[in-house]
T-cell receptor, first 114, second 115 residues
Framework: AQKVTQAQTEISVVEKEDVTLDCVYE???????LFWYKQPPSGELVFLIR??????QNEISGRYSWNFQKSTSSFNFTITASQVVDSAVYFC???????????FGKGTSLLVTP | ETGVTQTPRHLVMGMTNKKSLKCEQH?????MYWYKQSAKKPLELMFV???????ENNSVPSRFSPECPNSSHLFLHLHTLQPEDSALYLC??????????????FGPGTRLTVL
């Protein structure tokens, strides 16, 4: 069975602060994929990143960075110098090669205030 | 049109009505999905179609009936729904249902309210 835990339900930061969103996953598959999605108030889920289980390299894309650590089964997401437009619900998800489903965490609601 | 589109964006229906949700993807993908997003609950996968064939039905009640006439279109037919079915229904597509290229791209969703 696959499971994704996002322990932080809500986070509130002031603009320009750095913020890290935690994601812990469980799977017995050796091949799996991890994802982050952003859901702004408009409702549409926006794809941010995909990582496969064989690629533990961290990734940076502008103000976004991701830290994948198999040893702790974590795939954390950091936003540097947060902006008001970053306010959204962020979902971590897991897909194992044994199935089609994206198993989503419950999401972390991020509020960035000016 | 680009990406994944869904119509209608909002739908209010009575429990005895029959309605359909439509999803169209303009990405040349081969797999399409229906998800349900309720308040305070994780996104729930409902159905998966891969090359027009239904590959997964995640124990969804029969009052929800999917249809995939081709790789670009996906419908969700609704009948005799219950108030607890009120939710945001999201459609997604991906190039592949499994393995590489399985990242899913989502539409804006249909906000359904059942009275």
């Amino acid at each position: 069975a696959q499971k994704v835990t996002q322990a932080q339900t809500e986070i509130s930061v002031v603009e320009k602060e750095d913020v890290t969103l935690d994601c812990v996953y469980e799977t017995r598959d050796t091949t799996y994929y991890l994802f982050w999605y952003k859901q702004p108030p408009s409702g549409e889920l926006v794809f941010l990143i995909r990582r496969n289980s064989f690629d533990e390299q961290n990734e940076i894309s502008g103000r976004y960075s991701w830290n994948f650590q198999k040893s702790t089964s974590s795939f954390n997401f950091t936003i540097t110098a947060s902006q008001v437009v970053d306010s959204a619900v962020y979902f971590c998800a897991l897909s194992a090669n044994s199935g089609y489903a994206l198993n989503f965490g419950k999401g972390t609601s991020l509020l960035v205030t000016p | 049109e680009t990406g994944v589109t869904q119509t209608p964006r909002h739908l209010v229906m009575g429990m005895t009505n029959k309605k359909s949700l439509k999803c169209e993807q303009h990405l040349g993908h081969n797999a399409m999905y229906w998800y349900k997003q309720s308040a305070k609950k994780p996104l729930e996968l409902m159905f998966v179609y891969n090359f027009k064939e239904q590959t997964e039905n995640n124990s969804v009640p029969s009052r929800f009936s999917p249809e995939c006439p081709n790789s670009s279109h996906l419908f969700l037919h609704l009948h005799t729904l219950q108030p607890e079915d009120s939710a945001l229904y999201l459609c997604a597509s991906s190039r592949s249902a499994v393995g590489d290229y399985n990242e899913q791209f989502f539409g804006p969703g249909t906000r359904l309210t059942v009275l």
